[in-house]
């Protein structure tokens, strides 16, 4: 795997971890309720949670690209459809309140954090969409491995670091305030990310 395939990989996966929802909602919450730990823990589980889903993505499309070259393509066509369609509803959405349900107080934090990504049906379909991208037949285990790792590594580290200046620097307010401005540029982001693909498979 070079740097650069790496590094577009990398940044589709901190797009994906920054875009407001549910996810950024428990973190701020057990942050604001409880204390920065309970923020940090809550980041660490939901990064294993990603994990989960980029094993499964990893482990589905390699066997897929393995068994049937054509099904994968069509896969990889919708997968890029995916992400378009998704970045255009990222800009013209309107900013809605994330609902966490009362049952989830019965969990601790790190708990938490695992559960709000493995109940999101729609982070399996938004991995599928991303690796898709670059899984290739020659992949080995060292290339599939930095996929996960890197997908579940960085959703971590973004979620420590939203605790870290939601606790150090009272930023709620301020995240919370502009999440529809955040919405438009990572959806725009989006867009050009699955032209820029979409370019890679044509040539």
């Known amino acids: 795997m070079t740097f650069f395939i790496w590094f577009q990989f990398a940044l589709v996966c901190l797009i994906g971890a920054m875009s407001p929802g549910p996810s950024l909602a428990v973190v701020i919450r057990n942050n604001v309720?409880?204390?920065?730990?309970?923020?940090?823990?809550?980041?660490?589980?939901?990064?294993?949670?990603?994990?989960v889903y980029a094993t499964a993505a990893v482990l589905g499309l390699g066997f897929i690209l393995?068994?049937?070259?054509?099904?994968?393509?069509i896969i990889q066509i919708s997968g890029l459809c995916f992400l378009f369609?998704?970045?255009?509803?990222?800009?013209?959405?309107?900013?809605?309140e994330d609902l966490i349900e009362e049952e989830?107080?019965?969990f601790n934090s790190f708990l938490q954090g695992f559960v709000i990504a493995v109940i999101n049906p729609k982070i399996l379909i938004w991995f599928t969409a991303i690796y898709s991208q670059f899984i290739n037949i020659h992949a080995n285990i060292i290339f599939n491995t930095t996929l996960v790792l890197t997908a579940s590594i960085i959703d971590a580290l973004w979620y420590i670091l939203v605790s870290l200046l939601v606790t150090g620097y009272g930023l709620k307010n301020f995240l919370l305030e502009r999440k529809k401005m955040i919405q438009k540029i990572t959806g725009s982001?989006?867009?050009l990310i699955a032209l820029s693909l979409?370019?890679?498979?044509?040539?």
Request: proline content about 0%; hydrophobic content about 50%.
């Open 66 to 73: 393995q068994a049937n070259q054509m099904v994968f393509l």
């Open 33 to 51: 309720n409880y204390n920065r730990m309970a923020g940090i823990l809550t980041s660490l589980g939901h990064g294993l949670g990603i994990g």
């Open 198 to 203: 979409l370019y890679k498979i044509i040539n």
């Open 85 to 96: 369609f998704l970045g255009l509803m990222f800009i013209v959405q309107k900013s809605s």
């Open 104 to 106: 989830q107080r019965q």
């Open 189 to 191: 982001l989006l867009i």
